[in-house]
């Protein structure tokens, strides 16, 4: 392992950059007794860079640079110190960098509120008025400062300038000095004349301020003076109530009271923006007509509606480009109904054509298996059933004769179909046959007699018993929605006439 003094001879420029922890004994890191550090090592650095480095960091810088540093107290102590320090500068940083900031929101504050007086300077100006009585002047909520502000105290202006102030202005104002008793006298008498306004023969112009939005100026007086002056204040609202409108009629040096008025925010209407139809627009519209046209007789109401918008255009109530999107509007309603009407149209042929099908397999399962019947007696015979999907109410079997019997089973009267000994027949031929399997036995029950069927497996009782039930289902459903047959009504039967 190479010594301390060594790695330090051979990292002098590495050293040269640290000047601080050279000169600074206390600093240096522990390095083992052995091995000291030379004196060369640390007399040979000097300053190559005038940028402001942590402590700290230089310190880090060292003992990275360094082969072998020996870990004490002191070395611990002095990294500690340097902790310390680096964390008091940067707090330090961050307080000047909060006071900087603070400063320079006060700064912008006094320059708003600086910028404001003069515009109430400049409106003051502009507005050529002069008060009636000396009674404090209403205080505008508009042009109060921002809430943002109010944190900052404005400086105040001493009481005597204030009330010099205040001397000045009643002794300019005529309106504010002591009234003097005398008759009125015609414009041509020797009485001092009043100042004239700088308005004279000038018309006012609409001039944008923070106190009065909008300015307008009346027609001049026949001597040419603008004597009437509307000023139009805005509040800002503090609940959710309608904004609130003053309107000022000030005549010179005879300004009247302030008039409130309150605006309902749908007072305003605003036009409803016109689209230009071009040849795009009316071959759409031409389309859309005679798409409608030709599936109205489908849906009566798309046609009454077609005939109305059409009347009310040709007797021009309505306009082209009002057409335009409530034809639009009806050929989209009708596109939707169709799609419906498609939609069920669909799932009904789906449904049909599978119940097609299930008919047709249980029709092959009924007509091909070979059963055992029991009569009303319970003496068993061997049969076969047969069943046809264009008459779907009646089951046939197969008599003793060997073609098919008179007689049938109505379908669309079966109240149950029975697996076991769950008729008087099946029982009775069960106190007969001891050996016969329940499970193999099975029987349409209805209001006035049983179907019972034996089959050779279970199996084919399931099969059986499935198809029994597709076609029961079917006939209680066609028997239900066929229509019924009109048997006519002996007022409504035509009679003969009498010759």
Request: glycine share 2%; proline share 7%.
């Amino acid at each position: 392992m190479m010594t301390l003094a060594a790695a330090v001879s051979n990292n002098e420029p590495s050293a040269a950059k640290m000047p601080s922890l050279a000169k600074d004994a206390s600093l240096r890191p522990e390095v083992s007794q052995k091995h000291p550090l030379p004196e060369k090592a640390i007399v040979k650095t000097k300053p190559t860079s005038t940028k402001h480095t942590s402590p700290l960091h230089e310190f880090l810088y060292v003992l990275v640079g360094q082969d072998h540093v020996e870990w004490n107290d002191k070395l611990r102590a002095s990294v500690k110190r340097l902790l310390h320090h680096d964390v008091l500068e940067r707090e330090h940083v961050h307080a000047t960098f909060a006071t900087l900031e603070d400063t320079i929101h006060a700064c912008s504050a006094e320059i708003d509120r600086l910028r404001d007086q003069l515009e109430k300077k400049t409106e003051h100006e502009n507005s050529n008025q002069i008060e009636e009585s000396p009674e404090t002047p209403e205080v505008d909520t508009v042009d109060d400062v921002a809430t943002a502000r109010e944190k900052y105290i404005l400086p105040t202006i001493p009481t005597s300038i204030e009330n010099d102030k205040e001397v000045s202005v009643r002794a300019a104002s005529p309106a504010l000095a002591p009234a003097r008793r005398s008759s009125v006298t015609p414009s041509s008498s020797p009485v001092p004349a009043r100042r004239r306004s700088s308005l004279r023969r000038k018309s006012l112009t609409i001039a944008a301020c923070k106190a009065s939005p909008g300015k307008v100026s009346v027609s001049p007086a026949k001597h040419g003076l603008a004597n009437q002056l509307v000023l139009v204040k805005t509040k800002m609202p503090s609940t959710d109530t309608p904004p609130r409108l003053g309107i000022k009629i000030a005549r010179k040096f005879k300004p009247l009271n302030l008039s409130m008025f309150s605006f309902h925010p749908s007072a305003g209407a605003v036009p409803v923006p016109v689209m230009e139809l071009g040849p795009e627009q009316n071959a759409i519209m031409l389309r859309q007509l005679r798409y409608v046209k030709g599936v109205m007789h489908d849906l009566p109401w798309a046609k009454s509606r077609l005939r109305d918008m059409l009347s009310h255009y040709t007797q021009k109530e309505l306009s082209k480009e009002d057409l335009f999107p409530q034809l639009s509007h009806l050929s989209v309603q009708v596109q939707d109904d169709l799609d419906t009407k498609a939609k069920a149209q669909k799932h009904v042929l789906e449904a049909k054509s599978k119940q097609a099908v299930t008919l047709q397999l249980a029709k092959s399962i009924i007509n091909e298996l070979a059963i055992v019947k029991y009569g009303r007696r319970g003496k068993p015979h061997e049969t076969k059933l047969y069943y046809d999907e264009t008459h779907p109410c009646v089951l046939y079997w197969q008599s003793k004769q060997g073609d098919r019997s008179s007689s049938f089973l109505p379908l669309h009267s079966v109240k149950a179909i029975e697996v076991g000994f769950a008729t008087a027949v099946f029982k009775r031929a069960a106190r007969k046959q001891t050996d016969l399997d329940p499970d193999r036995c099975l029987s349409l029950v209805t209001a006035d007699r049983t179907l019972d069927l034996r089959l050779p497996n279970t199996l084919q009782r399931d099969w059986l018993l499935k198809a029994l039930q597709d076609v029961v289902a079917y006939a209680v459903h066609y028997r239900a929605s066929a229509p019924q047959k009109r048997v006519p009504h002996a007022s409504t039967a035509p009679r003969l006439r009498r010759m």
